[in-house]
Structures are given as C-alpha cells and as structure tokens.
C-alpha cells in the first residue's frame, strides 16, 4: 500500500524489508480514500 497519488506505471521505488528491495509497480487493485494497494515485481 502507498498513499493515494504514488502509483506511475512501471514505477521503481525502493522499500525496506531486511534490507533494501527494488520493485516496478504494475497496476492498482484497490484505490481508497487515501490509499492505493499495488501489484508489483521484483526488479533484480
């Protein structure tokens, strides 16, 4: 989930998990008031 307005087709942002990961994000599968819930991919 990102706050509303992130999502850019194929987008690469970088996110925290045990260490830094880069992923693309794919399309919106819900968007709310104030957030949009994304599906992405691993970029290697």
């Known amino acids: 989930m990102l ?3 992130w999502f850019k ?3 690469v942002v970088e ?3 045990e260490s830094p ?3 693309r994000l794919t399309e919106i ?3 709310g008031s104030d957030y949009e ?3 992405h ?4």
Request: net charge positive; charged share 30%; glycine share 4%.
């Open 3 to 5: 706050p509303l307005g």
């Open 9 to 11: 087709p194929k987008r």
């Open 15 to 17: 996110v925290f998990v």
């Open 21 to 23: 990961v880069k992923i």
């Open 29 to 31: 599968l819900e968007r």
């Open 37 to 39: 819930r994304l599906a």
């Open 41 to 44: 991919k691993m970029v290697a």
